[in-house]
T-cell receptor, first 115, second 113 residues
Framework: DAGVIQSPRHEVTEMGQEVTLRCKPI?????LFWYRQTMMRGLELLIY????????DSGMPEDRFSAKMPNASFSTLKIQPSEPRDSAVYFC?????????????FGDGTRLSIL | AQSVTQLDSQVPVFEEAPVELRCNYSSSVSVYLFWYVQYPNQGLQLLLK??????LVKGINGFEAEFNKSQTSFHLRKPSVHISDTAEYFCAVNSGGYQKVTFGTGTKLQVIP
């Protein structure tokens, strides 16, 4: 079975540029999560979707970050304009159900470097 | 509110020796508990989970964890580690609701040949 697919795996860009990260969840999963992982702050939940609807975006750092889920098989996380402090590994995860008993399945992440 | 504390940021252990990675949680309601493993340049993978029932939970790769409600702990153990177990391990808690899982800060297990 295909797992969660993220693209690109690596992204290097200059400060001020727009960055778009992509995620394809596991087919049939109805919950999708975006996380950011850094040495300093560990793993942070940015936003959570259920049935394509954003449920909790309280972890989104600021207005420069936006996330969309236009359908059940695709989500994007966009940073505009990007800043060096956005450098991190961004993970997408998906799971089935709403009750919290199902584990999350993670993609391999996008390593983002903002110069 | 829920929280997770992983007391050790790094744990070195010799190959074939036993290991215990500690996890304590805080929650005012019943919890679901998870251990995930992250290998270099990969995402997190589920090792095991506790939902209810038996307090001793067995997972993949020979790992097990014991849920202790009185001590609010969920320590991860393996009787004999292998080089391939070198990775970072995350404890996580969920108090139900819409699945906002809280992850610990991670413990890096380094297996020494």
């Amino acid at each position: 079975d295909a797992g969660v697919i993220q693209s690109p795996r690596h992204e290097v860009t200059e400060m001020g540029q727009e960055v778009t990260l992509r995620c394809k969840p596991i087919s049939g999963h109805n919950s999708l999560f975006w996380y950011r992982q850094t040495m300093m702050r560990g793993l942070e939940l940015l936003i959570y979707f259920n049935n394509n609807v954003p449920i909790d975006d309280s972890g989104m750092p600021e207005d420069r970050f936006s996330a969309k889920m236009p359908n059940a098989s695709f989500s994007t996380l966009k940073i505009q304009p990007s800043e060096p402090r956005d450098s991190a590994v961004y993970f997408c995860a998906s799971s089935l159900g709403e009750t919290g008993v199902q584990p999350q399945h993670f993609g391999d992440g996008t390593r983002l470097s903002i110069l | 509110a829920q929280s997770v504390t992983q007391l050790d940021s790094q744990v070195p252990v010799f190959e074939e020796a036993p290991v215990e990675l500690r996890c304590n949680y805080s929650s005012s309601v019943s919890v679901y508990l998870f251990w995930y493993v992250q290998y270099p340049n990969q995402g997190l993978q589920l090792l095991l989970k506790y939902l209810s029932g038996s307090t001793l939970v067995k997972g993949i790769n020979g790992f097990e964890a014991e849920f202790n409600k009185s001590q609010t702990s969920f320590h991860l153990r393996k009787p004999s580690v292998h080089i391939s177990d070198t990775a970072e391990y995350f404890c996580a808690v969920n108090s139900g609701g819409y699945q906002k899982v809280t992850f610990g800060t991670g413990t890096k297990l380094q297996v020494i040949p």
